[in-house]
């Protein structure tokens, strides 16, 4: 199946997704703000720069795009029909490079949550997200993720399986 668009509409289009103060990351700074969490963004010292980062709890959390990071399962990924080896390619190096984030956080003592896109998108999700997210900084849980579905301990950041 052929894109809809040209190459170069495409590439604008493309070009203009935004990688810091995204819709959703603003979300859910302001839930985390009115919950009386301070913090500060785009740690550049920390790996993979963590979008927020609680520095007095040693928590990162990283507010991800659902087709951009592979969230599975999530109605917002799918791997587009043209050019999939492309595609498959280049999310899976975003895969790897968080699990690489993940990893060395983990390794210097931090805690880290995935805040996925859906569950910024869809208003049940929203309704309940800042209580989820307290719930899980108040928690002993090392790596998580809170997507539309109910909070999980380790995040789904692969393409096997697909």
């Known amino acids: 199946m052929a ?15 935004k990688g810091k103060n995204s819709q959703p990351e603003i ?7 009115s919950a009386g969490y ?3 963004l785009h740690r550049r010292d920390l790996p993979g720069s963590p979008d ?14 659902c087709f951009w990071h ?7 990924f799918k791997i587009p029909s043209t050019r999939q080896d492309f595609w498959i390619k280049k999310l899976q190096s975003n895969v790897d490079r968080d699990q690489r ?6 390794a210097m003592g931090w805690r880290v949550l995935f805040v ?9 999700a929203i309704k309940s997200l800042r209580e989820r997210i307290i719930e899980w900084i108040d928690s002993d849980i090392e ?8 909070l999980r301990s380790q995040p789904s950041i692969s393409l096997e399986s697909r």
């Open 143 to 150: 790596i998580g993720e809170i997507g539309s579905a109910p």
């Open 27 to 33: 979300l859910v700074r302001k839930l985390l703000f």
């Open 101 to 106: 984030a993940v990893d060395r956080l983990s």
């Open 3 to 17: 894109d809809t668009v040209s190459p170069a509409v495409r590439s604008r289009m493309m070009s203009g997704i």
């Open 116 to 124: 996925w896109e859906c569950a910024t998108r869809d208003p049940e």
């Open 70 to 76: 592979s969230h599975k399962g999530c109605k917002y």
């Open 38 to 40: 301070r913090f500060r």
């Open 52 to 65: 927020i980062v609680l520095p007095s709890r040693k928590i990162a959390i990283f507010v991800h795009g």
